[in-house]
Structures are given as structure tokens and as C-alpha cells.
């Protein structure tokens, strides 16, 4: 029996779009009828998030959670009460920050309060409110971040991208999780910091067990998600190396494909 449903956002729940179908919603709904706990994670920020949760009634949900910054906070929605943080290594970061630079990229850094930014990337963040949370434009090679930092985004084109994950050092491997969460955005997080590292802390202070937890993604920094549920789903429209990693597919984000799963397997059960 499920007990717990995960889910990414872009390229899962959300159509290609960004929208929620009516369908999701009403399934949505029926979860929420049955005190089922939903749990939406993403990379987005926590506040990102909180905005899209709102348009299913999330933070109205007792049995609401988010876990946001690709597995690096986790929050329940109602009342909204955090649960827990895993920061960067203040000496991996560096060391992240510094490799990085070498091999001149653009830099976005993540810290509770703030976005720090180097060079000219405002015209990446896409989210207005990303762009309002910017508090400085730092040179990197001269500033010292001194805050507590969630994770660092690299964008840039994807050759690159794919060659600069290749030549991470062990040093760094050893203290942080890797990824691309988009065919141009390669992420660092803390060790502990992955979707699934956080699912699976969230469903021990749950007492539910990972065998009784659905999970569904589309992009690399899912797999550790749908690896660590007892029924991992990779939609349609999912990356190869997801669907490798996944108990089973679904159909395509912008034919349901989450819903599809959740009303044969769960809500329709026993009819």
C-alpha cells in the first residue's frame, strides 16, 4: 500500500508549459482526501516552490512537504515549519567555487538569504523572484562567501558542462553530490544533500517505510529519488539514464503522466 507520493516539478507534474492540468489537480485533490502526504521536490528555491504548492492548496495541507534545492532543505507546508538543512562544506565549496573558476563558467551561489552571482547571468534566472533575491554581483576570484551556502549552479552549454563533471576532483567528489538538473545546469550539493537523501530522512521522521513511497522524476538529479522509494516512476519524457534507474515509466508530463500512474495504482484500487 502507498503511503507517500514524491514528485519533481518541471518535466514531471508540470506539462512543458509550466502549468498543472486540470486532470493533476483533481488527483491532487483525491490524495488529499485520502491524507495521502504529498511531497513536491525540486531544485527550485523553497519560496518557488511554496508559490506553486499554493496552486494545489499545499500550505492548506497538513500533509504537506517540500524538499527544495534539490534535496538540500525540507520543509512541512502547514504550518510551514522547516525540518532540516544541509549545508556545503564551507572548504569543499571553496574548492568547488576554485575549480570552477578555472575553467571559466558561470557561477550562481545559493545561501539562505541570498543569490550570488558572477559574471553577466541575470539573464539566466528566468523567475522574477530569483532575480528580486539577488543582493550582489561578486567577482569570485577576490570574494569570499561567507555565508552558510545551500548549493552551487553552474550554466553554461552542455558539451562543457558534460566535460567539467568528468574532471571534478576526488577531493570534491568526496564531500559533494554532482549533477545535471538540466541539459545546462550542472549542480553541487552537500554529501547528504540529494532528493533521495532527503526523501529517505523524511520518510524515517514519517515512520513510513521506503517500500510504501512512490516517486516520480524526468532529470539526472531525480534517479537518487526514485532509487530510494520502493516505486520509482521515470516519465515519458524522462532521460535515458532515468528510465534505467526507474521501476517503471509512465506517460509524458504533458499527457499526465504522474496522474496516470496515481489513479490506476492507488486511487482506483479495489474498484
Known sequence: MIKLIATDLDGTLLNSQGNLSKNTLNVLERLKERMIPIVIASGRTSSQIMKMAKQIKLNEYSEGYIISYNGV?????KPFQLIEEKFLDPDTSQSIIRFLLEHKVKIQIF???????????????KNQSERE????KVNLNDTLI????????VYDEIDKLNTIKTLVPESI?????????HNQLLEFVSIEGSKGDALKRLLKHLNINEDEAMAFGDEENDISMLKSVGFGIAMGNAKTIVKENAKMITLSNDFDGVAEIINHYILNQGR
Not at 533575491?133 to 550582489?136: A, D, N
Open 73 to 77: 532543505v525540507t520543509a512541512k507546508t
Open 111 to 125: 545561501t539562505p538569504n541570498n543569490i550570488f552571482v558572477s559574471h553577466d547571468i541575470e539573464a539566466t534566472l
Open 133 to 136: 533575491k539577488i543582493s550582489v
Open 146 to 153: 561567507n555565508e552558510p551556502i545551500y548549493k552551487i549552479l
Open 173 to 181: 567528489l568526496k564531500n559533494a553530490h554532482v549533477f545535471k538538473s
